[in-house]
Antibody
Framework: EVQLVESGGGLVQPGGSLRLSCSGT????????MHWVRQAPGKRLEYVSGISRNGDSTYHADSVKGRFFISRDNSKKMLFLQMSGLRPEDTAVFYC???????????????WGQGTLVTVSS | DIQMTQSPSSLSAAVGDRVTITCQAS??????LNWFQHKPGKAPKVLINDAATLETGVPSRFTGRGSGTDFTLTISSLQPEDFATYYC?????????FGQGTKLETK
């Protein structure tokens, strides 16, 4: 059974940094593209970042470009999201999402984690 | 970015009812559409991919239809466990974008 478990969320001050992690088990982690999606309170879900199976291709939404960086460690079956320059509007539940194959651009997401809450506030 | 318009935003129904949720894309996305179910505190669960393909283990009372810009999710006979929030989203290109969600509540 596919399991995605996020960690690393918490309270951070505006301008601060945080690193989210996602552990992926129950599947061959290195074979699949992975994504981060977030949902701010009362807002619709928003795509954040994606990474190819070997990490050589990444994508970041315009709203986080230059501030967030997605990476992965296939040997540890881990996905990361390094977030810096955090703003109050980044407050959201962040979900780790597995793609259905290696294709970063058009493979359908087929599994989600439960999410980790990031709160940006002074 | 492709805009996804989902309706209704909320729906009251009873066990046994048939309900339909619609999703419209701002441009042609082919069949690149998922429907998923989300319950508070739980991981979202993908129900349908490629607009009409049921994910493994999903009951056959869930049906997805459509292509291009117009899509529907139908639950033929609501069960108690179906009361949740439902979302559509496209994966035709990045960034994926999402409908605003439909909260299905018990009447």
């Amino acid at each position: 059974e596919v399991q995605l478990v996020e960690s690393g969320g918490g309270l951070v001050q505006p301008g601060g940094s945080l690193r989210l992690s996602c552990s992926g088990t129950g599947f061959t982690f290195r074979n699949y593209a992975m994504h981060w999606v977030r949902q701010a309170p009362g807002k619709r879900l928003e795509y954040v970042s994606g990474i190819s199976r070997n990490g050589d291709s990444t994508y970041h939404a315009d709203s986080v470009k230059g501030r967030f960086f997605i990476s992965r460690d296939n040997s540890k079956k881990m996905l990361f999201l390094q977030m810096s320059g955090l703003r109050p509007e980044d407050t959201a539940v962040f979900y780790c999402v597995k793609a259905s194959n290696y294709n970063l651009w058009t493979s359908n997401p087929d599994s989600w984690g439960q999410g980790t809450l990031v709160t940006v506030s002074s | 970015d492709i805009q996804m318009t989902q309706s209704p935003s909320s729906l009251s129904a009873a066990v046994g009812d048939r309900v339909t949720i619609t999703c419209q894309a701002s441009q042609d996305i082919g069949h690149h559409l998922n429907w998923f179910q989300h319950k508070p505190g739980k991981a979202p669960k993908v129900l349908i991919n490629d607009a009409a393909t049921l994910e493994t283990g999903v009951p056959s009372r869930f049906t997805g239809r459509g292509s291009g810009t117009d899509f529907t999710l139908t639950i033929s006979s609501l069960q108690p466990e179906d009361f949740a929030t439902y979302y559509c989203h496209h994966y035709a290109t990045l960034p994926y974008t999402f409908g605003q969600g439909t909260k299905l509540e018990t009447k």
